[in-house]
């Protein structure tokens, strides 16, 4: 990471620039450790490293190089914001730092301690002044996708200029109609922010960007279904989490050319483990970078993950906007529609996951399933349970990790993950 | 015929099984203290191994300290389950108390992994609680588990964690109960902590106690009155993680 030619900006962004010098020394060399280290890895994946590696500096000047031409840029933290009309406003999407134990401490003043490890580190980040991307915002939006996150955003609003969308807990007629509602309500809020209309013309063209991101990652999907495993499931994580920092056009092309190369060595029938590897889907909690410490456990134990079930994976993936409306109204319904089918654990009843878990587990060959949740996550917590009982009846394993973003489980996870290599072997 | 080692480093103590393919001939035992290597070291003097498998904590210190040509690791998981598997072939269940954590394993036949359970990252309900409160009973570890028999009414603890539990036994105390019958409550603790993490991988019989927990008496008789079935306790139920690696190493062939 660099760490010294970005820090005008850093300062002008008002980051704790001591502490975000040591935050990036400590990525350099945890990413250097799980990432760089892997043999075998595809010659793409230099793109996903050097984005990485400017995470915090390049991508973070073009934010400032779009704000000065008069672009707003819109800071996010959950798959439920429709990205298609914040880019039809002509605005930048960002996912927001979400993955790191940082101003924990801070954090506790604003948060019950028992406060899963993802809602603590957003606010951690803000108020330890160490997130470039909260920094550079005009507009933070919230969801109230679990209990945690609706509280922690009447808190987050004090420090950043924020908005709620409430996305309902069922899937019914009703329901449909509050989340049209909200979804109106983002795009009257993103023509207020930038002035700009968000016309039919516009919307196409963003849902067609975003859709072009999402076909990339589904191929992407698609090729790890060959055995050996094409590409590890750390870069293939990596690949998901940058998906919400990267601008979309040039991160879809950049995938697609990853694709081609790994299409040219499944038809080698090329991989980063031998063939027979055992093969494990994780599912569950979504894992924000640099949040890799359970990917990298597993495939240290010589195991392969060839699928995330996960808000950073399919479940930001799996479904299109549909193409076809031609009216603006049309547009906003395939996007309530598609928006809608998320399978996320928050809606209640949510029999949609325990299916795509099935199906990515025949999918994928996967020989087992990883499932993450992180503590204090009630609603992914619960649906362990419902999950490892839908499995079972296929005869498919399940390991339940409950962990949070600390390293002192690590040694117990190791036993427990390796166990259960051992187990499906 | 070759020489198979089975070693297994846990937290508190270190055991090593020799096992020739036929049977075992000889087991050791030491504590792990802080240099668990020099502590493996000394146990293996004198001993020349075809083979060794290590297991438990400390398998990956073992791993490529040379002390053997031929070294591999298996989790203490797969252990206690080929350890079981040899030592009670009936047993569907096993559990093992340990200095520092606690397994529930569901067997097939032949010592093959159905599903485990194990604690995560608080030592509660372990040896190391047990050898806690008995120092603050200032009474020996070995004989904790009788001291505990002789009380009359078992009393709630209700806390699972050591600092908790050493509080709620203070005010008992404090209060004038009967230092047998704290004991015993504590020890119930533990059973009742252990018995829900053997219903969660389903609990079928026999269930073989192992570890360094089923040496005392106490908890073997409440754990036996809570599940109502007789455990199959081995004779040395330490040994059993040590058995097991020994057990894979024969089969692995040198």
Redesign the interface.
């Known amino acids: 990471m660099t760490t010294n030619a970005h820090q005008a900006m850093w300062e002008q962004l008002n980051l704790d620039i001591p502490a975000h010098d040591g935050l990036l020394a400590v990525l350099g060399k945890f990413y250097g450790d799980i990432y760089l280290s892997q043999s075998g890895r595809l010659k793409g994946m230099e793109y996903l490293d050097f984005v990485l590696s400017e995470v915090h500096g390049l991508r973070i000047k073009e934010l400032q190089d779009a704000k000065a031409s008069g672009r707003k840029i819109v800071g996010t933290f959950c798959v439920f914001v429709p990205e298609e009309l914040t880019l039809a406003a002509d605005a930048v999407h960002v996912g927001l730092c979400s993955g790191a134990e940082a101003g924990f401490a801070e954090a506790e003043q604003l948060v019950p301690r028992n406060t899963c490890a993802l809602i603590k580190s957003f606010i951690g980040f803000k108020l330890a002044r160490l997130c470039p991307f909260t920094e550079s915002c005009d507009l933070v939006i919230g969801e109230t996708t679990c209990d945690g996150k609706k509280k922690a955003y009447e808190a987050f609003a004090e420090h950043v200029p924020l908005e709620v969308l409430e996305v309902p807990q069922r899937k019914t007629a009703a329901d449909r109609l509050l989340w049209k509602s909200e979804v109106l309500r983002y795009k009257q809020l993103l023509e207020e922010l930038t002035g700009n209309q968000i016309t039919a013309e516009k919307l196409q063209a963003a849902i067609q960007t975003v859709n072009a991101k999402r076909r990339a990652l589904q191929r992407l999907n698609a090729l790890r279904q060959a055995d050996p495993a094409p590409i590890s499931g750390r870069d293939a994580l990596l690949i998901n989490q940058v998906a919400f920092y990267d601008d979309p056009i040039r991160f879809t092309a950049s995938i697609n050319a990853l694709c081609d190369q790994i299409g040219e060595r499944v038809g080698k029938k090329e991989g980063v483990a031998p063939a027979g590897t055992p093969r494990l889907l994780l599912s569950g909690c979504p894992m924000a970078v640099p949040n890799w410490k359970l990917p990298y456990i597993v495939e240290s134990s010589g195991a392969v993950i060839v699928g995330e079930e996960s808000c950073i994976g399919s479940r930001n993936t799996r479904d299109l906007v549909s193409e076809e409306a031609a009216t603006l109204d049309e547009m906003i319904d395939a996007l309530v529609d598609r928006y809608l089918k998320i399978d996320c654990a928050c809606f209640t009843p949510n029999q949609e996951r325990q299916d795509n878990v099935r199906a990515m587990v025949k999918d994928l060959q996967a020989d087992g399933v990883i499932h993450y949740s992180l503590l204090f996550c009630q609603p992914y917590e619960y649906e362990a349970i419902k999950i490892e009982k839908t499995l079972s009846q296929d005869g498919t ?1 399940m390991l339940s990790i ?1 962990t949070d973003y600390s390293m ?2 690590v ?2 996870l190791k ?2 993950v ?2 259960f290599v ?2 499906i072997k | 015929m070759p020489l198979v080692g089975g070693l297994d480093v846990g937290s508190r103590s270190i055991e090593l099984v020799l096992h020739d393919g036929d049977r075992v001939v000889d087991q050791r035992k030491t504590a792990t203290t802080f240099d668990p290597l020099r502590q493996a070291r000394a146990l293996l003097a004198g001993v020349r191994l075809d083979r060794l498998v290590a297991t438990g ?1 400390g398998r990956g210190l073992v791993e490529n300290a040379g002390l053997c040509a031929a070294v591999e690791t ?5 252990a206690y389950g080929l350890g079981a598997a040899a030592l009670c072939p009936e047993a569907r269940t096993v559990l093992d108390v340990g200095g520092q ?1 606690t397994k529930a394993i569901a067997l097939a036949a032949g010592g ?5 359970e ?1 604690n ?2 608080c030592a509660a309900g372990t040896g190391k609680f047990l050898e806690h409160l008995a120092t603050v009973f200032q009474i020996p570890l070995a004989e904790f588990g009788a001291y505990a028999l002789e009380g009359k009414e078992q009393l709630t603890i209700n806390s699972m964690c050591t600092v908790f539990a050493e509080t709620e036994a203070v005010s008992l105390m404090a209060r004038g109960r009967d230092p047998h019958d704290i004991a015993l409550g504590l020890h119930a603790s533990i059973v009742k902590r252990t018995t829900a993490m053997l219903a969660r991988v389903g609990l079928a019989s026999p269930v073989l106690f192992a570890g360094g927990v089923a040496n005392n008496p106490c908890v073997v008789r409440l754990l036996a009155a809570a599940l109502g079935t007789p455990l199959c306790i081995p004779e040395q139920p330490e040994m059993v993680g040590a058995h097991g690696a020994a057990v894979h190493g024969c089969r692995t062939g040198v």
């Open positions: 394993p409950a002192e489980d040694e117990q036993t427990r390796e166990a051992e187990m | 904590y298996i989790t203490e998981i797969k954590d093959k992994i159905l599903k485990f194990m995560d990252r």
